[in-house]
């Protein structure tokens, strides 16, 4: 797919088949984190977790409590960690590695949502963290479900501007 078809492509999916991601689609998006942008990469470099076992799905989904799934059920999910660095750092790389693998998630024909509540609540669960193999060391900031969505990905016909912006020249 070409960028700009991705880009327009790109849409939160809240409703996924019960199908699981083939590993080579699993694969590719796990390595395009790798060419994300990393701001002072000499303090650590992103951690990533990729679940696919149902049980910790479901473990993971309905952390907050058993009237929402928060990872909508998606039968895969990243969750990206991050060692403290300076202020704001880790939260900014964690969301360049999402935005990264979402993008190539999206080009493969798979739906995905962007996620922050599911490493909240996990960043309270030091137990549920080292069950996960996550990094003493390392912070869960964000999250990446994806699955094939009820809705395939296609390109978005309508266009809206949701930014302001203003040129100084």
Not at 89 to 112: P, Q
Not at 139 to 150: F, I, Q, R
């Amino acid at each position: 797919m070409e960028l700009k078809k991705v880009l327009m492509s790109r849409k939160s999916c809240r409703a996924y088949k019960d199908l699981a991601v083939e590993a080579e689609k699993l694969e590719a998006v796990v390595t395009s984190a790798s060419l994300a942008p990393l701001g002072v990469p000499r303090m650590g470099k992103p951690h990533l977790t990729i679940v696919t076992n149902k049980e910790m799905l479901k473990t993971l989904g309905y952390q907050a409590g058993p009237e929402r799934d928060s990872i909508y059920g998606a039968p895969a999910l990243i969750i990206v960690s991050c060692p403290e660095s300076y202020p704001g750092i880790a939260e900014m790389n964690a969301a360049c590695v999402v935005e990264m693998m979402s993008l190539t998630a999206t080009d493969l024909g798979l739906g995905n949502i962007y996620l922050y509540g599911v490493c909240a609540q996990l960043q309270k669960n030091e137990a549920l963290q080292k069950e996960l193999g996550i990094p003493e060391n390392m912070k869960p900031l964000s999250a990446l479900a994806l699955g094939y969505g009820e809705e395939p990905v296609a390109e978005c016909k309508a266009f809206e501007k949701v930014l302001e912006e203003n040129y100084i020249g």
